[in-house]
């Protein structure tokens, strides 16, 4: 008998309906013999900071998986557009896929207005987007750029709001962070000021907190110029061996040698062309 | 009168908080601190402005998640413009409220927000609306809110009086913003003060070095 197969309409937004499914295998998890599988985060530093003439964005690399570095070198600092770059801490497939969503929608309405996109319409567009999946997205952004108006930093949480601020910092390291920027942030700073403040707020966060390690990758965009410096600051160069743990040839005595050639008889030839016009 | 709502029970960034809003022989004051925290153990905002404009002359206060009441207020903000364009005249401050209590009421089981509105109109001049956390609205000479509030309830119902002076309010309000941001741990940071009159809107800010000393030991 032929079953008539019937197009469910997806009704809009974002499913819940495995949360309540996962919510109870977490729970049972332990009793099952499972372990829950967690999402690869950013532990992370991050920061931004506006000086003269624009913005310098900051970050580490580190990419933690539970207790293990799952990536000693990834990108943090995702372009979105031009004139505007943005950090992302949290879980790394949310910033990667949120920051990429962002910035094509942003494409599109650039062409549309003909004009150098503005920082403010990208933080409406993240804050709407993280708003409207109520903190399950977990990306917290710092956004930074210059467009018509000047420079602007913005740091945006998972659950939507957002803050306009001369420094910010997030993610785990953020702590450490913010403690240099409050120490030493100046209004209208140099170029090579702002640039060793972001330096070592980083650094402050790679050194004292778990989350966070390896380089340090800054971006300082001013009008009509981007400078993505990856890595800017090696901090953590992985050492060289000192001495060799090689045995030389011949450290192990042989005693017999037997030698077995595999014979392999030819079967079959066949030549297929490939068009690579 | 709303529960008090502990920083703890609150997810994301959360406004801690303490607001106020006093009316006045011809206006009204509207003020709160400036602390926005996570989980009650990390100030992530210590300069955030917590008075928003919806229009002209009336402002109001955000108290509970920062993400709801920034959704909130640009939605009612929103609302308002377009309200003023169709009436061709500016909103009332019970539009205002109502807008934002609608939106607080609609949505109750997904939203921890509250509000507290004030403002100036032509037909009853200076008045002051409450928003609650489930959505009700209630008008009141004075009101205050947020976690801080608590600690400042005796002090605002010993030292009101009605019709007061503009000097007199504006030093009510920041004394009793200063107490609680004393005694209370999510609320800190300067006084935004909002004084709204027939003529204009004048923001003020009292920084943390100039607050009101009390007895501290």
Not at chain 1, 174 to 180: C, F, G, R
Not at chain 1, 252 to 269: I, Q, R, Y
Not at chain 2, 109 to 138: N, R
Not at chain 2, 170 to 197: C, E, K, P
Request: hydrophobic letters at 40%; proline letters at 3%; glycine letters at 10%.
């Amino acid at each position: 008998m032929a079953t008539a197969s019937v197009l469910q309409a997806r009704s809009a937004g974002f499913s819940f309906e495995n949360c309540k499914r996962n919510a109870l295998v977490e729970a049972n998890a332990t009793d099952l013999g499972l372990r829950v599988p967690t999402a690869r985060k950013t532990g992370t530093t991050i920061c931004g900071v506006v000086y003269k003439d624009g913005v310098v964005l900051g970050a580490d690399t580190r990419a933690t998986e539970g207790m293990i570095v799952a990536d000693k070198n990834c990108s943090k600092i995702h372009y979105i557009s031009p004139n505007i770059y943005c950090c992302g801490a949290g879980t790394a497939a949310d910033t990667e896929m949120t920051t990429q969503i962002i910035s094509s929608n942003l494409e599109l309405h650039s062409l549309s207005t003909g004009r150098l996109p503005r920082v403010a319409t990208a933080n409406r567009m993240l804050k709407q987007m993280l708003f409207r999946y109520q903190g399950y997205i977990g990306a917290a952004l710092v956004l930074g750029g210059v467009d018509c108006n000047g420079p602007h930093l913005y740091s945006i949480y998972p659950h939507g709001s957002t803050d306009k601020l001369p420094y910010v910092t997030m993610g785990s390291g953020s702590l450490a962070a913010m403690a240099v920027f409050e120490d030493r942030y100046m209004p209208d700073m140099e170029e090579e000021d702002a640039k060793r403040l972001v330096r070592d707020a980083i650094a402050g966060g790679i050194f004292n907190d778990l989350g966070s390690g390896s380089n340090i990758d800054l971006c300082v965009i001013s009008k009509g110029k981007v400078d993505y410096l990856r890595p800017h600051d090696e901090a953590n160069k992985k050492g060289v061996r000192a001495g060799s743990y090689k045995y030389k040839c011949g450290t192990t005595g042989v005693l017999t040698k037997a030698v077995t050639p595999l014979h392999t008889e030819l079967v079959e030839e066949t030549i297929q062309t490939m068009d690579t016009s | 009168e709303h529960p008090k709502m502990s920083a703890s029970q609150v997810k994301g960034v959360s406004t801690g908080t303490t607001i106020l809003a006093v009316r006045f022989r011809g206006g009204v004051v509207i003020g709160s601190d400036s602390r926005a925290s996570i989980g009650g153990e990390y100030v992530s905002s210590r300069v955030i402005n917590k008075l928003v404009q919806v229009h002209d002359r009336i402002f109001c206060c955000m108290a509970g998640s920062l993400a709801d009441a920034q959704a909130v207020t640009k939605m009612a903000k929103f609302q308002l413009s377009f309200l003023s364009i169709q009436m061709e005249s500016p909103p009332l401050v019970k539009a205002a409220a109502s807008v934002l209590k609608e939106l607080c009421y609609r949505n109750k089981d997904e939203l921890q927000a509250g509000f507290i509105t004030a403002g100036w109109d032509k037909k009853k001049g200076p008045q002051v609306y409450t928003v609650s956390l489930g959505g009700m609205l209630v008008s009141q000479p004075f009101t205050i809110a947020g976690s801080g509030s608590t600690f400042i309830y005796g002090y605002v119902d010993a030292k009101y009086k009605p019709d007061m002076s503009r000097e007199e309010c504006m030093q009510f309000a920041t004394n009793a913003l200063a107490l609680a941001m004393g005694r209370d741990n999510v609320s800190g940071g300067v006084i935004h003060l909002v004084v709204i009159t027939e003529d204009k809107a004048e923001h003020v800010i009292v920084p943390g070095n100039k607050l009101p000393k009390f007895h501290d030991e």
